[in-house]
C-alpha cells in the first residue's frame, strides 16, 4: 500500500492543486486519476501564473490562447482558464456523476481583485458558473467577510462554492455558516438543497510565517494544530440539530480542503503535511511533486492524538508572541493582496503574449 492508496483507504479524497494544458494535453491528469485515484482538481492565480511561465517556454509567446482575446487581456485569461476548467471537468465528469455528486469536482477563482466586493463576487461567480456549464464545477471565492456574503448568495443561486484562503477555526466559521444560511434560505424556498460546497484551509503558510517567533521544539506544528481545531469544531457543528434538519431535507455538508500542502521549509520532506492532517471526510490537495512522493510512500503514519501539535493552545503560543487571530487575519489579507498580484501579473503575461493592449 502506498500513501496514495493509504490515504483513501482512511477517507481522504486526494486533489491537484493545479491545471494545465501541459498536463491536459500530455494525459498526465487522467494517468494521475487512474493510477492515483485523483478526485478532482484545484487552482488559484498564483498557480495559473506558474503554469503561463512554463507554458509559454515551451509554447512560445505568440502561441494565443483559446476563446476571446478582442482586446481585453483579462477576458482572454478567463477565457483560456474557462476553456481548461472545461475540459478537465469533462475528464471527471463520470466520476461526479458514479458517485452522485461526492467526488470529480474541479475548481475555477473568481478574479481575487474582487475579494472585497460581495456584489461583484456573486455576479463574477454566476457568469463562471453558467460559462462553464459543467455540474461538476466550485467556483472559488475567498473567505473574507463580503466573501462569506457572497457564498451564502451563491448558495442560494444553486451555485457550488470552494472558500478559499481559510486560516483559523473563526473564519471557517463564518464561512461554514455562510453556506448554512444559503441553504436554510434555499429551504424556505422549497428549493432542493443538493448544493455542494467545500472549504480551503490553508496550512504550511502559518509555519512559515510564525516558526521564526517559536523555539525549536514548536516548529513545523502551527499549521497542524489549526487544522486539527478545524476539523474538530467543523464534526461539533455536524452533531448539532441545526445541521441534523438541513441534512434530513437533503443537504451534503461543507466538506474541509486542506490546501498549502507543500513544505515552505526545504528541510522537511514533501509529505510532512499530507502524512498528518485529519483524514476521513476531508480532502488533500497537493502540488504535482507532492502527489508523485506520496505516490512513492511505502506506508503513512497512523494520526497520534498525543502528536506534539495537540499541546499548543493560545496559551502556549502568547509568550512567543503568537496572536492565532491577528495572525489568520493577516495570512488572509497578505493572501488576497499576493494573488490579486499574481493575477494582474498573469493578464499582463497574457497581453503581450498575444499582443494586446
Known amino acids: 500500500m502506498n500513501g496514495t492508496t493509504a490515504l483513501r483507504a482512511d477517507g481522504q479524497q486526494i486533489w491537484l492543486d493545479t491545471i494545465s494544458r501541459r498536463l491536459l494535453d500530455s494525459g498526465s491528469l487522467q494517468h494521475y486519476i487512474d493510477a492515483y485515484g485523483l478526485t478532482g482538481v484545484t487552482s488559484n492565480p498564483t498557480i495559473l501564473s506558474r503554469e503561463l511561465a512554463e507554458d509559454e517556454a515551451q509554447l512560445g509567446p505568440s502561441t ?28 471527471f465528469r463520470p466520476m461526479w456523476e458514479s458517485s452522485h455528486g461526492s467526488d470529480g469536482w474541479v475548481s475555477i477563482e473568481v478574479p481575487p481583485a474582487l475579494a472585497n466586493l460581495a456584489t461583484a463576487t456573486v455576479q463574477a461567480g454566476w457568469h463562471l458558473h453558467t460559462q462553464v456549464n459543467r455540474p461538476n464545477i466550485f467556483v472559488k471565492v475567498p473567505a473574507t467577510w463580503p466573501g462569506v456574503a457572497a457564498i451564502e448568495a451563491l448558495t442560494v443561486a444553486g451555485v457550488p462554492t470552494n472558500a478559499t484562503l481559510v486560516f483559523d ?44 517567533m517559536l523555539p525549536e521544539n514548536y ?85 497520534d492524538p498525543n502528536e506534539p501539535h495537540r499541546a499548543l493552545t493560545d496559551a502556549t503560543l502568547a509568550p512567543f508572541g503568537v496572536d492565532e487571530t491577528k495572525t489568520a487575519d493577516a495570512l488572509q489579507r497578505n493572501g488576497v493582496r499576493a494573488f490579486a498580484a499574481d493575477w494582474d501579473a498573469l493578464v499582463a503575461r497574457r497581453a503581450n503574449r498575444v499582443g494586446l493592449p
Do not use: C
Open 219 to 303: 516548529r513545523h506544528l502551527m499549521g497542524l494544530y489549526v487544522a486539527h481545531t478545524i476539523d474538530r469544531r467543523h464534526r461539533h457543528t455536524l452533531t448539532a440539530d441545526r445541521w441534523a434538519r438541513l441534512q434530513d431535507a437533503g443537504a451534503s455538508p461543507q466538506r474541509l480542503v486542506w490546501a498549502s500542502t507543500s513544505p515552505k521549509d526545504p528541510d522537511l520532506e514533501p509529505t510532512y503535511y499530507t502524512q498528518r492532517l485529519p483524514r476521513p471526510g476531508t480532502i488533500n490537495t497537493m502540488p504535482e511533486s507532492v502527489l508523485l512522493a506520496l505516490a512513492e510512500t511505502s506506508a503513512l503514519p497512523p494520526i
Open 64 to 91: 494565443p490562447p483559446p476563446g476571446d482575446t478582442s482586446g481585453d487581456p483579462e477576458a482572454a485569461v478567463l477565457a483560456e482558464a474557462v476553456h481548461d476548467v472545461q475540459e478537465a471537468a469533462d475528464l
Open 169 to 212: 477555526a473563526r473564519q471557517h466559521h463564518a464561512v461554514e455558516n455562510g453556506y448554512l444560511r444559503g441553504l436554510e434560505r434555499r429551504s424556505r424556498m422549497g428549493l432542493p438543497l443538493a448544493v455542494s460546497s467545500v472549504a480551503s484551509v490553508f496550512v504550511s503558510r502559518w509555519d512559515a510565517t510564525t516558526d521564526p
